[in-house]
């Protein structure tokens, strides 16, 4: 009797574990049982149209394409005449293998592209023939085009989904196109849309059997975001058109919003050479290329040395901290002494020598010894040099500088403002503000983005405050709402102090270093930079043509554009960077230029020469430690 009841015990119990297991994997965890991956189910895929992208005036920048890939399921894949195949899609027998095993390797069950972007002329044909070879098919697929081929840096480009991606996604299949770089990679979320599904059910012999669940889990695919961009397509092509023969960056910003309205990085490409089958021969070259360096964007990877823009900002930094006010003066003698040694002097052409220089002039004319007093009052003000430098610094990093910006593209660099703590770390002696008297003048241990310096303009035009630079202005029509952009920044500077430092910037336009850049009817304030330039071969110091740099913003009392320029080996900043500064404000406040003669020389100025020498002496330098002959 009790070996019955203990029979009928056990039955029941393992019934109740066989029930409560069926209720659990059908009832409770049916809805989210993984339909990608089950053998009995197979999921065709709508891909929805990308969103299109259009600068701030409506002007399309990237628009669709279709193109179509081969696909292959491979499991599904029946015996097949290979070399009738291979003629079809016009590859060879070991490119056929190399293809499927990549497939079979990604997953059996799933598709992958084993052709990708066919020509329109081979589509028709193929899609007659390919039926009669199962576990093929041809997938529809949006590609980009670019209606105004400018701005490569800017949009980014489309690549193809590798399998790290594809493995460890829950989106992508491997060979699906993703943003790569600029906006396209950004914004990838927004532009992407979502994928339309549908599931079937299919047989132990793989024949579809019909829907699954009654189309239960089938979607809808869903179009794209359609993105407004802050750029403006005109200002943005004359930028590029300006910077052609040279290397350098442009980045001009509204100062009252933060909105990015050119991004200019020289040399660029065609973003047309990243589109469709051509995009991986196009790629290798332009990312090889570390001479010209294309796909580099200078506007917001190239660190420089601020030089003569960064004066304004220890001039205000001198008057905030009360060590100099506009009547403090300080007599030139062509440079500054600054130590006993012969070489601790700083020479000057701000062309004054022999009586007192105040603010306003020190700007103006470019005084460097009047900087040198100014930033050693500011570190010297307290008990010691690194808590100086740390209040000094505090104050500089406040404009936005050494450290990144936050704007909404992937790329960039922090720049470096050093503080007290920096300096600590780096000498092992006592130094003080003589130590570091080359950050008086924008040089030494200091470094800044193009957009660095632009944002820094702005916040000048704007008397101490700014917003983050951005390049999104609508999503889908309706305006960013992200208060990393609509959340104004305050200097440390007051207020009160900038007028001074506003009207020393106009005078460098009207009787400065940049009065052969005025143009009629606009006040502009600026600041020419000049930055030297040296590099090493073989062991010794050899100096280059001077990076030629410029900082301007207009109008002067309702400021509308903040522009930062460098061009690399320019010379001085009055010869190359202000012309084209000028002519760029000029044509987006008035839609037009006057100044013909002066735009002509600009455009077919080139100074290509310069930098084969650069790469001349650089190879020269290789060759002679690869031979041992240094």
Same mark, same amino acid.
């Given at each position: 009797m009790k070996r019955s009841f203990l029979l009928i015990f056990l039955i029941t119990l393992v019934g109740i574990v066989y029930i409560s297991r069926l209720f659990q994997l059908q009832i409770v965890h049916g809805g989210q049982q993984d339909l990608t991956h089950s053998a009995t189910i197979k999921i065709e895929y709508d891909y929805p149209e990308r969103g299109y992208i259009y600068d701030r005036n409506k002007k399309l920048l990237v628009a669709n394409q279709l193109s179509y890939d081969v696909m292959v399921i491979p499991k599904e894949v029946e015996p097949l005449d290979t070399l009738e195949f291979c003629s079809l899609l016009k590859i060879d027998k070991e490119d056929f293998i190399n293809r499927f095993n990549k497939a079979e390797s990604y997953a059996r069950w799933l598709p992958s592209v084993f052709l990708k972007q066919l020509a329109k002329e081979d589509f028709a044909y193929l899609q007659e023939k390919l039926p009669k070879y199962k576990g093929f098919y041809i997938q529809k697929r949006i590609i980009r085009n670019y209606p105004i081929k400018s701005a490569a840096n800017v949009l980014g480009y489309l690549s193809e989904v590798n399998e790290y991606i594809a493995k460890t996604s829950d989106y992508y299949e491997q060979g699906e196109l993703i943003g790569k770089l600029g906006v396209e990679k950004q914004y990838e979320k927004e532009l992407r849309g979502i994928k339309g599904k549908k599931y079937f059910n299919r047989n132990n012999l793989n024949k579809i059997t019909g829907s699954f669940k009654n189309g239960k889990y089938d979607t809808l695919a869903v179009t794209g975001k359609d993105l407004t961009l802050t750029i403006d397509t005109e200002l943005q092509q004359y930028g590029e058109l300006l910077m052609k023969g040279k290397r350098g960056g442009i980045v001009a910003i509204e100062p009252k919003t933060g909105e990015i309205l050119a991004l200019v990085t020289a040399p660029s490409?065609?973003?047309?050479?990243?589109?469709?089958?051509?995009? #991986?021969?196009? #790629?290798?070259?332009?990312?090889?290329?570390?001479i010209n360096m294309p796909t580099f964007d200078r506007g917001l990877q190239a660190m420089y040395s601020p030089g003569s823009p960064f004066k304004i900002i220890n001039g205000l930094i001198g008057l905030q901290e009360g060590v100099i006010d506009e009547n403090f003066g300080v007599t030139c003698h062509h440079g500054y002494r600054y130590g006993k040694r012969p070489n601790a002097f700083m020479k000057c052409h701000c062309g004054i020598v022999g009586r007192s220089i105040r603010l306003k002039t020190a700007i103006a004319k470019s005084c460097n010894s009047y900087f040198a007093t100014t930033y050693r009052?500011?570190?010297? !003000?307290?008990?010691?040099?690194?808590?100086?430098?740390?209040?000094?610094? !505090?104050?500089?990093? #406040? $404009?936005?500088?050494?450290?990144?910006?936050?704007?909404?593209?992937?790329?960039?660099?922090?720049g470096r403002i050093p503080d007290g703590d920096f300096y600590d770390r780096s000498y092992d002696f006592r130094w003080g503000a003589t130590t570091t008297i080359s950050n008086a003048i924008g040089q030494g241990e200091v470094e800044t983005t193009p957009i660095q310096l632009a944002n820094m303009t702005a916040a000048i035009a704007n008397k101490g405050y700014y917003y983050t630079p951005h390049i999104v202005k609508k999503i889908d029509g309706k305006p960013i709402t992200d208060t990393t952009f609509?959340?104004?920044?305050?200097?440390?500077? #007051?207020?009160?102090?900038?007028?001074?430092?506003?009207?020393?910037?106009?005078?460098? +336009?009207?009787?400065?270093?940049? !009065?052969?850049?005025?143009?009629?009817?606009?006040?502009?304030?600026?600041?020419?930079g000049t930055v030297e330039n040296f590099i090493r071969v073989d062991g010794q110091k050899v100096q280059l043509p001077d990076h030629s740099? +410029?900082?301007? $913003?207009?109008? !002067?009392?309702?400021?509308?554009?903040?522009?930062?320029?460098?061009?690399?080996?320019?010379? $001085?900043?009055s010869t190359i960077a202000a012309p084209i500064t000028s002519l760029l404000i000029e044509k987006y406040l008035n839609k037009s230029i006057t100044r013909k003669h002066i735009e002509e020389r600009m455009i077919n100025l080139s100074l290509q020469e310069q930098y084969d020498k650069k790469e001349l002496l650089l190879t020269q330098n290789i060759d002679s430690i690869a031979t041992g002959t240094k």
């Open positions: 490409y065609d973003p047309n050479l990243l589109v469709g089958r051509k995009r #991986s021969p196009n #790629s290798i070259k332009l990312f090889n290329d570390s009052k500011i570190i010297d !003000k307290y008990e010691n040099p690194t808590i100086g430098t740390n209040a000094w610094s !505090k104050h500089a990093k #406040s $404009f936005g500088l050494g450290n990144y910006l936050g704007y909404d593209l992937p790329s960039g660099q922090k609509t959340t104004r920044r305050n200097t440390t500077v #007051s207020p009160e102090h900038f007028p001074i430092a506003i009207e020393a910037m106009h005078e460098t +336009f009207t009787r400065g270093t940049a !009065k052969y850049s005025q143009v009629k009817g606009i006040d502009i304030c600026g600041k020419t740099i +410029f900082i301007a $913003f207009a109008p !002067k009392d309702d400021p509308k554009i903040a522009i930062a320029i460098f061009v690399e080996n320019g010379g $001085f900043g």
